[in-house]
Structures are given as structure tokens and as C-alpha cells.
């Protein structure tokens, strides 16, 4: 299995504020809906919530929440209450990429094998939801420059990180 953490992460490392993403970047969204389809997805059990539209579709959605009882809640998603079992219900060829929030990212970043970061050019007014630090535990190894235009009000780049051995 390969772990993959993937996020859009200001200066700072903010990712979040009251539940929601910090910034709205089309190009993002496209790359995520790029890497992650027909691939596991493991999100907490609040950033599943905060998805307009429920589980994203051509993905397994796997939510990790304590509230275990309440796994109707979560139509269309395996549901387990550790990273332990839900790891473990991966197969060893699968791509599995970690999309938030804070603790499960903090949790996932000393397993993981790639992290494939948009680096927004921005450090936020609010923000209550953080990205671990991780620049001494991987190396960059793409990196794709994008400015600020019409449908984004930011400068960004995608970077791909490697886990350092």
C-alpha cells in the first residue's frame, strides 16, 4: 500500500477554518479529483461532513470516526474506528490517499510514503484547522508553478513530496 496525504496548505500551513477549505482553487480540485479517483480515501468523520454532496463518487470513501453507531450516517463509506483497521482493509497494491483533517493528517504524516501539496502563495486571516510540519521528513520532487488569474486569487504551486528513508 502507499500512503498519500494530499492538501492545499497556506504559508503557514492553515487548511482550514470552521470546517471548510480556506481557498477555492479550480485547478486544485481538478488535480485532487485527478489523483484521488479510483483510489481509497480516508477522511475523519468532520471532513466527511463537510462535503456538499456526501461520499465523492469513483472512490472508496473510508471515514474514521469513534461514533460507530452512527455509521448510517455515512452513505456510501466504509466506516471504521481506528487508522489501524482501516489500513488494514486496504490491499498492499492500493493507493490510499489521507484528504483531512488536522489529527487524522498529524496521525498519517509519520506512515506516509508521498504527500502532493498545493502551496498556496497566501497566509490566511482565520484559520482553526493546521497542516503538521513536514519539511524535514520529505524531499521535493516536482514542482509545478501556477499565478494568480480570473478564476484564482492566489499564486499556487503543486508540489509532490517523497518520504525521506
Keep these: 500500500m502507499t500512503l498519500n496525504l ?4 497556506a504559508e503557514n500551513l492553515a487548511i482550514g477554518y470552521q470546517n471548510k477549505l480556506i481557498y477555492w482553487l479550480p485547478d486544485d480540485l481538478k488535480r485532487f479529483k485527478a489523483l484521488t479517483t479510483g483510489h481509497t ?21 473510508v471515514v474514521l470516526t469513534r461514533q460507530t453507531e452512527a455509521r448510517d450516517r455515512f452513505v456510501g463509506c466504509d466506516v ?12 498492499e497494491d492500493e493507493e490510499v490517499f489521507v484528504i483531512g483533517g488536522e489529527s487524522l493528517y498529524r496521525e498519517t504524516l509519520p506512515l506516509a510514503d508521498k504527500l502532493y501539496l498545493t502551496e498556496v502563495a497566501d497566509t490566511p486571516a482565520e484559520a ?9 521528513r520529505f524531499r521535493c520532487v516536482n514542482e509545478e508553478a501556477h499565478v494568480k488569474d ?8 503543486f508540489t509532490d513530496y517523497e518520504a525521506v528513508s
Design 80 to 91: 471504521y474506528a481506528s487508522l489501524k483497521e482501516a489500513l488494514a482493509s486496504c490491499g
Design 150 to 157: 480570473d478564476r484564482h486569487n492566489y499564486n499556487f504551486k
Design 6 to 9: 494530499i492538501a492545499a496548505v
Design 41 to 61: 480515501i480516508v477522511m475523519g468523520r468532520k471532513t466527511f461532513e463537510s462535503l456538499p454532496k456526501g461520499a465523492l463518487p469513483n472512490r472508496r470513501n
Design 128 to 136: 482553526d484547522a493546521f497542516f503538521p510540519e513536514y519539511h524535514s
